[in-house]
């Protein structure tokens, strides 16, 4: 599937008041299309109200809200929410649907035929993983609440909505389940690109997925928005550094990069059962590999194609190891004589070298 249209989304002034209860105060936020924004924040925040409030559930008491364009307030509130995808906790499937009519509910609604509309079904059962000839005939109560939530992101995106709103849509199931489910929705995002304002109380879920996190306090007051990264290594106040907690600099090992051009080559006569990783992993994935292993030290492989486990050939060794960027010309060593099915890794760090590119990130 194609990355489709999304739009961007501006909240100018936004409140809520429901009686005495101020629920959201004067947010102004500007999600760019094709971001994903997290809110986060404690219980009572206002996450859900904000989310409400941009389909039109819940009406603002003030302020304006855009879709793109064109100001949310003034759209017709069915039309809009047709365009826009939502995502829940439980889901909420209908029961006495199969999982394709759940699925093609909206498709059906704005009039596609049957035809395209079951197409449609086939691409987003396989995008989300499951097999459409297994799952499509089934209940909603036959099927595991993994599979109950992939159908539900399914249905969101079915019509091709210009932004995806998900209301802790991945709090219900167990945390292994949960770790698989962000995986595969992160690697749906990259296909299909949509503007998506998720919510979640979890922080590690916020910094896996966000792109950017908003971070709000009681009443829905914005405490900071920022990418992960600055979130983690540059608190704006108290609030925000307790909230996403002590640990913080463990989490940043999760969003910084592996320092891709600033290697240490790797040692002549590396062993081949080294402990490597992938150049577009994270600074966690690289300490966990070298703390499994006993060299001291992890090295680096080119991302793609996968290299055969002969492929910690350190430079210098008969091979021409290409340094560089993700995108440099293949930043791989092929051996004299290889296969080319070979790749030699791009060089290593050291314990000192991470914590050195975590301090960098900072900075
Ligand atoms: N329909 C309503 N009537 C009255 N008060 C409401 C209503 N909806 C929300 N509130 C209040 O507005 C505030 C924000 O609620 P909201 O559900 O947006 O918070 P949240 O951050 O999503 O919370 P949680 O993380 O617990 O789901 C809370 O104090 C809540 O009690």
Redesign the pocket.
Known sequence: MNATRAESIRLDQVR?Q??E????DRLTLEIPAGELVV?I????????????MINRL?EPSSGRMFLGEEEITKSDPVKLRRRIGYVIQNVGLFPHQTVRENVATVPRLVGWSKAKANSRVDELMTLVGLEPSRYAHRYPHELSGGQRQRIGVARALAADPVVLLM??PFSAVDPIVRARLQDEFLRLQGAVGKTIVF?T?DVDEAVRLGDRIAV?S?G?HLEQYGTPGQVLSHPANDFVADFVGSDRGIKRLAVTPIPVSNLRPLPAGAPQNAPSVTQTESLREALAALLEGDTGWVAVRPESPRPSDSALRPSGTGSKVVRGEPTAQPAVALPEGGTGSEQAALGMLTLDDIYTALRAAAA
């Open positions: 809520r429901f009686g209860t101020v629920a959201v809110l924040g404690p219980s009572g925040c206002g996450k859900s109200t904000v989310l409400r819940i209301d802790e919510v109380h709000l009681e829905g």
